[in-house]
């Protein structure tokens, strides 16, 4: 997760009845075929979720940057990630009452690749088909390192991945890959808690309540603490859940709070759990309780302030990360595309990540920092897992008059890169 982030598409969920791959994953290294189970980068090509994608995992933070750098249409996506039909190299596929193919044909000529839309998104290279993926076809995507931005050579060997696609063999079953905040110290005010789970299938989107749990330090069930909402805080992806604490039991002066009192206690702990059977899209449960132990700390109510935040700038000629440290946890998802940093020269390639419970932010670069003054642009949406923003409190009574100035959008924090002494 703390790969650098620094484009997104969308794509939408699709039903178990699609079409599923069967994954005959084979990497080409020095124009040998191994096997796929090593370290290290990796293809995947992924037909449960609309319109299917391939995605190179594993590739390091120079690399990302340098490719999320580029224009959305420029040749340098598809010379480095390129997706055929490849016919004649996997057995031919019999259908009743359909002639079967020559049995002698081989392995065939790469042609041209397919067309599609390319990102990098949470340290992810993705391609996405325009036209998707057809059952009964082999697929052959290719990965070539490109160099780096600075002129660096390539890091990393090319891979190559052959998948068919038929209607047996469906992918590994979905699990949990991260719960934010990620602290086991949380605010007794907390109002949001994320699930992120591996993007191979999506998970069962309905009566998600029913598998979500809060416990006490006692083992007693927490009755309704979360705001069980008709419509599911699923991302764009669907491989991420936003649970809601009750507001009503967070914010000060609220009738629930009154009755039921408030979730979290400061100084209790907790544990949050995931039921091993919540099946995913096929019908699969997760096969394994998740849960997260967190000790509630007294309520926080107040507002990131950067003023009060720590900026290490880099030292110019180096790739020292430039880092703010905000002194508190902030939202990771907010985090990841709240900041950014402008003045930088046209081509200047650079990557950010989240680290240490959320605390510290840090933008690499993938060639050395060059001199000069910039500034850091941050908005003012960003939370910290209290629902306080930058731009105003979580607990404001909106029928008092003294209501907190408007903030801009923005704000901008000025920074300089100095030379070596």
């Known amino acids: 997760m703390n790969q650098p982030v620094r484009a997104s598409t969308?794509?939408?969920r699709r039903s178990a009845a699609s079409a599923v791959l069967r994954s005959l994953c084979v990497s080409c290294v020095t124009g040998l075929f191994v096997g796929c189970e090593a370290s290290g980068p990796r293809i995947d090509i992924n037909t449960w979720v609309v319109p299917g994608v391939a995605e190179v995992h594993g590739l390091d933070e120079a690399t990302l940057a340098t490719i999320a750098a580029w224009p959305i249409h420029d040749e340098r996506w598809k010379q480095t990630l390129a997706v055929y039909v490849r016919p004649g190299l996997f057995e031919p596929i019999h259908r009743p009452g359909v002639p079967a193919p020559p049995?002698?044909?081989?392995?065939?000529?790469?042609?041209?690749?397919?067309?599609?839309r390319y990102s990098v998104v949470d340290g992810v290279l993705r391609f996405e088909p325009r036209f998707g993926w057809e059952k009964d076809r082999a697929y052959e995507a290719v990965y070539t390192p490109p160099p780096l931005a600075d002129g660096s050579?390539?890091?990393?060997?090319?891979?190559t991945t052959l998948t068919h696609l038929s209607e047996d063999n469906p992918p590994p079953p979905a699990r949990v890959v991260a719960i934010h905040p990620s602290s086991d110290r949380l605010?007794?005010?907390?109002?949001?808690?994320?699930?992120t789970f591996a993007p191979h299938v999506q998970m069962r989107m309905g009566d998600v309540y029913r598998y979500l749990h809060l416990y006490d330090e006692s083992g007693r069930?927490?009755?309704q603490p979360f705001l069980e909402l008709p419509e599911v805080l699923w991302d764009t992806y669907g491989d991420r859940l936003t649970i809601l604490f009750d507001p009503g039991r967070v914010k000060q002066g609220l009738k629930p709070r009154e009755v039921a009192g408030p979730?979290?206690?400061?100084?209790?702990?907790?544990?949050?759990?995931?039921?091993a059977d919540w099946p995913d899209g096929l019908g699969r449960p997760l096969g394994k309780r998740v849960s997260?132990?967190?000790t509630a700390t007294k309520a926080d109510t107040a507002q990131p302030d950067p003023n009060q935040w720590k900026i290490k700038t880099p030292r110019a000629g180096t790739r020292e990360p430039l880092t703010i440290d905000f002194l508190e946890s902030l939202d990771y998802w907010i985090l990841l595309g709240a900041i950014d940093i402008e003045g930088l020269p046209d081509g200047f390639d650079w990557g950010r990540s989240v680290k240490h419970s959320e605390h510290t932010w840090e933008a690499t670069p993938t060639q050395p920092w060059p001199a000069g003054r910039y500034e850091l642009i941050v908005d003012t949406s960003l939370e910290d897992p209290s629902g306080n923003s930058i731009a105003r409190p979580f607990e404001v009574d909106l029928e008092k008059p003294d209501q907190p100035d408007k903030?801009?959008?923005?704000?901008?924090?000025?920074?300089?890169i100095e030379s070596k002494p």
Request: hydrophobic share 40%; net charge positive.
């Open 221 to 223: 069930k927490i009755d």
């Open 10 to 12: 969308q794509r939408t």
């Open 153 to 159: 050579p390539p890091i990393g060997q090319r891979l």
């Open 292 to 294: 997260k132990t967190f």
């Open 407 to 416: 903030v801009a959008k923005f704000i901008r924090i000025p920074i300089v």
């Open 187 to 195: 605010p007794e005010n907390l109002l949001r808690i994320y699930v």
């Open 103 to 116: 049995t002698d044909v081989g392995p065939q000529p790469l042609t041209t690749p397919m067309i599609g």
């Open 263 to 275: 979730v979290l206690v400061a100084g209790k702990r907790y544990t949050f759990v995931i039921d």
